[in-house]
């Protein structure tokens, strides 16, 4: 929020959310798609802190009225307009709450060595230029593609969500993996097929992490194991 605050009233509400969330994509539609996105993932952060708030036994009168505001901020209907359409929401008022919700409640969202998030984005990167001179058979190509933009996705929520964004990644790509194992057959042997399964290793590696760090995450050791078993089948299917 106090990064896009300063943000002059004449920039485009997409403008503003693409720089912050690192959206590069000249396609409009899919750039509007991916800040909806997004914005749906703050919106959710907000009814958190309400109800965790709520757990704490504040008073909700010192809260609600602000979180109200940042959901007006986080508006999705509003994108084509310019930022002043929501930049009189974000007020010191609001700031001041967001302050004291960010030192009263526990922070998931710093679990995550950077370097290891930077590591994961310049193998996905990576991947992704191998991609665009792919020659495999399009059904394969669009697959891997899919899964690649789940990890691109999942890499820029984490600074919305934390760790779950990589939870609830692996759990969706771990089931397509299976169903499609016939199509990531026409990968095999491929350097694609095996850039992929290194990033998910990366990705599991890097969720061990987390729950090491944090034991109050034991929970994510059932996404763990599924992140074993999604690097064996990719793995499995590349040989």
């Known amino acids: 929020?106090?990064?896009?605050?300063?943000?002059?009233?004449?920039?485009?509400?997409y403008?503003?959310?693409s720089e912050l969330f690192d959206?590069?994509?000249?396609?409009?539609?899919?750039?509007?798609?991916?800040?909806?996105?997004h914005l749906s993932e703050l919106h959710g952060e907000v009814e958190n802190i309400k109800l965790e708030m709520g757990k704490l036994e504040y008073s909700s009168s010192l809260y609600l009225p602000s979180m109200s505001k940042c959901n007006?901020?986080?508006?999705?209907?509003?994108?084509?307009?310019?930022?002043?359409?929501?930049?009189?929401?974000?007020?010191?008022?609001v700031m001041t709450v967001l302050g004291f919700c960010e030192e009263i409640l526990p922070s998931e969202e710093d679990l995550i060595d950077q370097d290891d998030l930077e590591n994961l984005k310049e193998m996905a990167d990576d991947l992704r230029a191998t991609l665009s001179e792919s020659k495999l058979p399009e059904?394969?190509?669009?697959?891997?593609?899919?899964?690649l933009e789940k990890i691109e996705s999942a890499i820029a929520s984490y600074q919305v969500i934390?760790?779950?964004?990589?939870?609830?990644?692996?759990?969706?790509?771990?089931?397509?993996v299976i169903a499609n194992a016939e199509i990531f057959q026409e990968a095999k042997n491929s350097p694609e097929l095996g850039k992929l399964a290194s990033i998910w290793q990366k990705t599991k590696s890097i969720l061990d992490g987390?729950?090491?760090?944090?034991?109050?995450l034991s929970g994510m050791q059932g996404v763990i194991d599924k992140g074993q078993k999604l690097v064996e089948l990719i793995q499995n299917l590349n040989v």
């Open 15 to 17: 403008d503003a959310w």
């Open 72 to 93: 007006s901020v986080f508006a999705v209907h509003v994108l084509m307009n310019n930022w002043n359409a929501v930049n009189k929401n974000i007020t010191d008022e």
């Open 139 to 147: 059904r394969a190509l669009n697959l891997i593609s899919k899964h």
């Open 23 to 37: 959206i590069e994509d000249d396609d409009l539609n899919r750039k509007t798609f991916a800040i909806s996105n």
């Open 162 to 176: 934390g760790a779950k964004a990589f939870e609830e990644t692996i759990k969706s790509a771990y089931g397509e």
């Open 1 to 13: 929020m106090s990064q896009v605050k300063q943000l002059p009233d004449s920039t485009k509400i």
């Open 210 to 216: 987390v729950v090491s760090t944090n034991k109050r």
